[in-house]
């Protein structure tokens, strides 16, 4: 389970500067859940979006945003709609953003942040990873996390270290991050993205928000803590 909640519409409104025409994707897996990505809350972006001027030219909730096949499979049904948008808008987690992302040419926008539980985490198949930063940045990174991507988690561009698109960390197993968003936002000719400089990360939005840590494996092992103090 990844808990995601809805970003600011103003923030949302400014990835799709200059893009009048959208294709939204919902999740039915723990967006749906969370009630971020739904078919309720897909509808609702839609008239939302359409009220600002925006065409929205398809859409489509699919079960598990995650599963890349899946998504692959599921997004080919709306080829035309897909191919006459600007850009997707993806309303789920870190995770299904960037596997949207993976299987599309296209600019993706996260309409979520991801926020951390605390410990328990879903399972998927891939090799997309999310660290449930509460700031989503895969709008200026073309859908690939740089938390994740990147051996040391580097926000504003690479390191200076990698070599032949392998990270310097573990160059025989590794690709280098930065050289992969690279590559993907020259392919969506995004490139303009690189030159953005992100402020420094919050990490305080890391920690699970207050009404998450009652319930959860993060409260166990703060109640732990406690008990061995007492
Ligand atoms: S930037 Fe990375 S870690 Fe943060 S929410 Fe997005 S995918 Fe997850
Ligand atoms: S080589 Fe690339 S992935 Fe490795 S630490 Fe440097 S920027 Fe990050």
Same mark, same amino acid.
């Given at each position: 389970? +990844?808990?995601?909640?809805?970003?600011?519409?103003?923030? =949302?409104?400014?990835?799709?500067?200059?893009?009048?025409?959208?294709?939204?994707?919902? %999740?039915?897996? %723990? *967006?749906?859940?969370?009630?971020?990505?739904?078919?309720?809350?897909?509808?609702?972006?839609?008239?939302?979006?359409?009220?600002?001027?925006?065409?929205?030219?398809?859409?489509?909730?699919? !079960?598990?945003?995650? !599963?890349? *096949?899946? /998504?692959?499979?599921?997004?080919?049904?709306?080829?035309?709609? =897909?191919?006459?948008?600007?850009?997707?808008?993806?309303?789920?987690?870190?995770?299904?953003?960037?596997? /949207?992302?993976?299987?599309? !040419?296209?600019?993706?926008?996260?309409?979520?942040? /991801?926020?951390?539980?605390?410990?328990?985490?879903?399972?998927?198949?891939?090799?997309?990873?999310?660290?449930?930063?509460?700031?989503?940045?895969?709008?200026?990174?073309?859908?690939? %996390?740089?938390? /994740?991507?990147?051996?040391?988690?580097?926000?504003?561009?690479?390191?200076?270290?990698?070599?032949?698109?392998?990270?310097?960390?573990?160059?025989?197993?590794?690709?280098?991050?930065?050289?992969?968003? @690279?590559?993907?936002?020259?392919? +969506?000719? $995004? +490139?303009?993205?690189?030159?953005?400089?992100?402020?420094?990360? *919050? @990490?305080?939005?890391?920690?699970?928000?207050?009404? +998450?840590?009652?319930?959860?494996?993060? *409260?166990?092992?703060?109640?732990?803590?406690?008990?061995? =103090? $007492?």
């Amino acid at each position: 389970m +990844l808990v995601s909640e809805m970003k600011p519409l103003e923030e =949302v409104l400014g990835y799709l500067d200059g893009e009048g025409k959208v294709f939204i994707v919902g %999740c039915k897996g %723990c *967006a749906e859940v969370c009630q971020t990505g739904g078919e309720p809350q897909v509808l609702e972006m839609k008239q939302t979006l359409e009220q600002q001027g925006k065409t929205i030219t398809g859409y489509t909730v699919i !079960d598990f945003l995650c !599963d890349k *096949a899946l /998504t692959k499979l599921r997004l080919k049904a709306h080829e035309d709609e =897909v191919m006459a948008a600007d850009s997707l808008l993806v309303m789920t987690c870190g995770i299904g953003v960037q596997a /949207t992302a993976a299987v599309v !040419d296209k600019v993706v926008h996260p309409a979520c942040n /991801t926020i951390n539980l605390g410990g328990a985490r879903g399972e998927w198949r891939g090799s997309e990873r999310c660290r449930e930063c509460g700031d989503c940045l895969l709008d200026m990174t073309g859908g690939i %996390c740089p938390l /994740t991507a990147c051996s040391k988690s580097l926000i504003n561009g690479p390191c200076g270290g990698a070599k032949n698109g392998k990270c310097e960390v573990e160059p025989e197993v590794r690709d280098c991050g930065w050289h992969l968003i @690279y590559e993907r936002l020259k392919k +969506l000719n $995004r +490139l303009d993205k690189m030159r953005e400089v992100l402020p420094p990360k *919050a @990490y305080s939005k890391m920690e699970p928000p207050k009404h +998450l840590r009652s319930t959860i494996m993060w *409260a166990l092992e703060q109640d732990e803590k406690e008990e061995a =103090v $007492r």
